[in-house]
């Protein structure tokens, strides 16, 4: 259950005549403070500036926001302190990996990592406190989940790591701890603040929302106002095995997934691609290669198999090769990552039966890919020595109160 659910409101911002309940102030879009000031007295453009102090000046202090009055900047302090969600700790990997953990205003903890990257340094940010999708091979699936973070929280992991790396983080990928689709309102809310025009403008080219595959939420996402890349987390090619290792695919088949990415595609024409956790003796033999080759070209396709669509597609006067009009999906290879390691202590439960391939039978695979016409990459593990590469997000230090 998500025990924040129950969280009382902040107290109000009292001011003139009116009042308003804002809690945490990174939560809102310029419209909103907009409208919080002014029922609160204030003139509303002091929501804008409000906004800009926080997003595009990225204060970590009120007093900081010069361009609001002295007299607003000494109660927002009092009222609204900027630190209900701060920067617990981090560690740095061997490879320049860092992972950061933050506390939230409920003392709960949640990771971000920051990798890296040729174009500058890219995060990857947490959505949830835990995960409630419970993936047998994710630590955080085996965790357990504790609550959604807010569109504040979210968007704070990306500030406080500028803040510390004191650079501008050049991607995000929400592909830390929880599913975004589940927290969807406040995911959406969060990345509209974070490529918003009056705040850090960061482009929505460079944002990949990472989901285990909820077609009603990835229609959703097509329809907003920007168009952020999306990976599916796809790891078995038929629904079969899918559902022995996610307990969502039991209720998302593949046809389902796949006709909403199509949809996504075509909406939005950016770039979607097919996470596949490569797990030795269950996912990577020959034939899976070539299987997960065809969906990523083919993906479930409807039209191919539907006679009625193909007579009035011909009908129309069209050409065989405009049926498809999208190159095959981008699939990225990812080695699994233990996780029952020093850094687990969940005592090794279903996760021990998993294992990394062979890096032979890793290139094997990536040939057969490659020769099949598909694009694919391969994911070299960052930060294994610190628990932060993909899937070791979790209980770390203690962890939880
Ligand atoms: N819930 C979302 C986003 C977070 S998971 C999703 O599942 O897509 C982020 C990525 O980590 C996913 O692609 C997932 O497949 C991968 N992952 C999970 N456990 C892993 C492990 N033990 N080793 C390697 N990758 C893992
Ligand atoms: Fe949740 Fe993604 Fe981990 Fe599955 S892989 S448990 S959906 S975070």
């Known amino acids: ?11 109000a911002l009292a001011r003139g005549n ?20 002014a029922e609160a007295g204030e003139p509303a453009y002091r929501g804008l500036q409000v906004f800009e102090a ?39 990997g061997s490879d320049g990996t860092i992972k950061l ?31 409630p999708v419970g993936c047998s091979f994710c630590k955080t699936g085996q965790m357990g989940f504790s609550g959604n973070l807010s569109a504040g929280e ?3 992991q990306f500030i406080l790591a500028e803040r510390y790396l004191k650079k501008p983080i050049e991607s995000v990928i929400l592909m830390g701890m929880g599913e ?84 996504y595609y075509s909406i939005t024409s950016a770039d979607v691609t097919l996470e596949y956790v490569l797990f030795e003796g269950i996912n990577c033999s020959n034939h899976d290669a070539r299987a997960l080759s065809y969906l990523a070209r083919w993906g479930f396709s409807r039209k ?37 390691t020093d850094y687990d202590d969940i005592g090794g439960r279903a996760a021990s039966a998993f294992k990394s391939p062979s890096d032979d039978r890793i290139l094997d695979f990536l040939n057969i890919i490659k020769r099949c016409g598909a694009r694919v990459t391969l994911r070299k593990p960052r930060g294994r ?6 899937g070791m997000l979790g209980r770390i230090d203690g962890n939880r109160k």
């Open 1 to 11: 259950m998500d025990k924040r659910l129950n969280e009382k409101k902040a107290p």
């Open 18 to 37: 009116g009042s308003a309940h804002i809690g945490n102030t990174y939560d809102y879009l310029p419209e909103e403070l907009k409208r919080i000031f």
């Open 54 to 92: 926080l997003h595009k000046q990225a204060v970590s202090s009120w007093q900081e926001a010069t361009s609001i009055s002295k007299s607003l900047r000494d109660s927002l302090t009092e009222e609204y302190p900027l630190d209900s969600f701060k920067l617990k700790g981090s560690l740095k």
């Open 101 to 131: 953990i933050f506390e939230t205003k409920t003392k709960d903890l949640v990771e971000g990592v920051i990798i890296p990257a040729k174009y500058g340094p890219a995060l990857c940010m947490s959505t949830q406190i835990g995960c």
């Open 154 to 156: 979210i968007v704070l």
């Open 180 to 263: 975004p689709m589940l927290n969807f309102e406040n995911v959406t809310k969060a990345l509209e603040i974070l490529t918003h025009t009056n705040g850090r403008q960061l482009s929505s080219r460079r944002i990949t929302v990472s989901t285990v595959g909820f077609p009603r939420e990835i229609r959703n996402l097509a329809t907003r106002k920007h168009r952020y890349n999306i990976a599916f987390s796809l790891q078995f090619t038929s629904d079969e095995t899918r559902k022995k290792y996610i307990p969502v695919a039991r209720k998302q088949p593949l046809q389902a997934i796949f006709d909403a990415l199509e949809d």
């Open 304 to 340: 191919i198999n539907d006679p009625d669509y193909l007579v009035d597609f011909f009908s129309s006067g069209k050409h065989m090769q405009q049926l498809f009009t999208r190159e095959s999906f981008k699939i990225n290879l990812i080695p699994y990552n233990p996780i029952n």
């Open 385 to 390: 020595d610190i628990g932060a590469a993909c």
